[in-house]
């Protein structure tokens, strides 16, 4: 099992649940209104009224066999619309219950 976390501009709505349920993941936890900026080029997403927009993001706990179907769909995404920005992280999930 893998855990994939999103982070992603507001401005995506919906889209990164209805990708993550295209492929049968049907599983995750959403946080909204998410502060912070991108680590080089990502501008602050504050929610302040300096930086108004916020991120959301999604933890989603799938198969291994997943990611790969689900980190090329975000990534062309991403490409599409640069400038609001998308990161995808994967780590190991050791134990569940």
Do not use: C
């Amino acid at each position: 099992m893998k855990a994939l976390f999103i982070s992603y501009n507001q401005a995506y709505g919906e889209e990164i649940a209805e990708v993550l349920e295209s492929l049968g993941q049907r599983g995750f936890t959403r946080w909204s209104d998410v502060q912070g900026r991108g680590s080089s080029t990502g501008i602050p997403r504050y929610g302040n009224h300096a930086w108004p927009e916020q991120n959301f993001a999604i933890l989603s706990i799938v198969e291994d066999k997943a990611v790969g179907q689900i980190l090329p769909k975000l990534r062309q995404m991403d490409e599409a619309t640069p400038a609001l920005g998308l990161r995808a992280f994967v780590w190991s999930i050791e134990e569940s219950i």
